[in-house]
């Protein structure tokens, strides 16, 4: 029996997308070959590229509008190195919601004086920043759209004069923004998009080339547009999901019919949180992310029972951060509304049983 998957990543996706992927394994395209041993080169893996990256286009609206998408290697983690690397001259604005935002600062320190706009650190993440200024004395501004360990996600940016750089590792493609307004987008493919193993940026041609400073060509952003994301070898099994998975976005609907799905999703956890006296929720309210919902027991005396009916009810992947703990439901695109509506029920079984 499949189980209701809440893994923060890698994470759920599409039964149809499993299905094909898995027979791609053994046949691709009726070649004689599996996926896994064409060449890269192939005229059907090129396809499969060109595809899924002006799919990629598509679905953000973005066609037309100066911006590329590459499939890359090194996750979202080398984009953190990329993006100071390509973009970054004297200084750059970065906001801290989490760990994921604290480790691009990290990385991004070795290139130029940044300055961190707002965190709410002191209050161990459980809030978005809001108040904060930024300037045209930046090269850029940085934030993370959703924060995975936290349960908290930005509901509107900023507008602002200078490039405005995001993290949407976790939430890309599932909800509605004016992606226009945005001149770099990157994320891991492996917690909402595809399997592990490839990494999705969208860049505003117009903001490269800049720099003084020499950057390898791995990581400079002309030089893997100017390859059409086939510099070195790609992940070709990864990019050939993450195609599968865009595909099966787009017959839905697009973003628009999967932003209703999620956010039926989402009230319905959030509103046992709010109700069910056992339960209290992580993230403040109005900083709720629709993709991954954080709580803890009110009392951990719980703990073993509400486990042992989460695994009755065959609910996988619960576990908090190991560096927070608790709970987290990651409730990603692929994840259908009767998984949550299982989990709810569960919730309400401990209150009874308790």
């Known amino acids: 029996m499949k189980k209701h998957n809440f893994s923060a990543g890698p994470c759920i996706l599409p039964h149809s997308v499993f299905k094909e992927a898995s027979a791609a ?53 080398t984009q953190f190195l990329s ?17 994921w935002s604290s480790k691009a600062i990290k990385e991004a320190k070795m290139f130029g004086e940044i300055v961190e706009v707002g965190s709410f650190k002191d209050k161990s993440f459980s809030y978005i920043p809001k108040k904060y200024s930024i300037d045209r004395s930046y090269d850029y501004f940085h934030c993370t759209s959703n924060n995975t360990i936290y349960g908290t996600q930005i509901k509107k940016f900023p507008q602002i004069e200078i490039p405005l750089v995001c993290d949407m590792s976790s939430d890309i493609f599932s909800r509605q923004l004016d992606f226009s307004q945005f001149d770099l987008i990157y994320a891991g493919a492996q917690k909402n998009m595809g399997p592990a193993g ?17 950057i390898p060509s791995l990581l400079n952003y002309q030089i893997q547009i100017e390859k059409e994301s086939m510099f070195n070898t790609p992940a070709v099994y990864a990019v050939y ?11 839905l609907g697009g973003i628009k019919a999967i932003e209703e799905i999620n956010e039926k999703k989402a009230q319905l956890f959030y509103s ?30 719980l703990e073993p029972l509400f486990n042992q009916l989460l695994e009755e009810a065959n609910i996988n992947g619960l576990n908090g951060h190991r560096s927070v703990g608790g709970y987290r439901a990651s409730m990603y695109n692929a994840l259908p509304l009767s998984s949550v509506e299982t989990l709810v029920e569960v919730m309400s079984e401990l209150e009874r049983k308790a």
């Open 25 to 77: 394994v053994l046949d691709f395209n009726n070649s004689g070959l599996s996926i896994l041993e064409i060449s890269h080169r192939s005229k059907d893996f090129v396809n499969v590229m060109e595809e899924a990256r002006s799919l990629v286009l598509d679905l953000l609206q973005l066609k037309n509008k100066g911006y590329q998408a590459l499939f890359l290697h090194g996750g979202a983690s």
């Open 83 to 99: 993006v100071a690397y390509n973009l970054l001259e004297k200084k750059a604005a970065y906001l801290n919601t989490g760990t």
């Open 198 to 214: 490839t990494t999705l940026v969208v860049v505003k041609e117009s903001i490269l080339g800049k720099v003084t400073r020499k």
């Open 241 to 251: 999901v993450s195609l599968l998975n865009l595909r099966w976005l787009q017959s």
């Open 272 to 301: 046992e949180i709010d109700i069910n006296p056992l339960f209290k929720g992580y993230a403040a309210k109005e900083d709720r992310s629709t993709m991954n919902a954080t709580f803890n027991l009110e009392d951990n005396k």
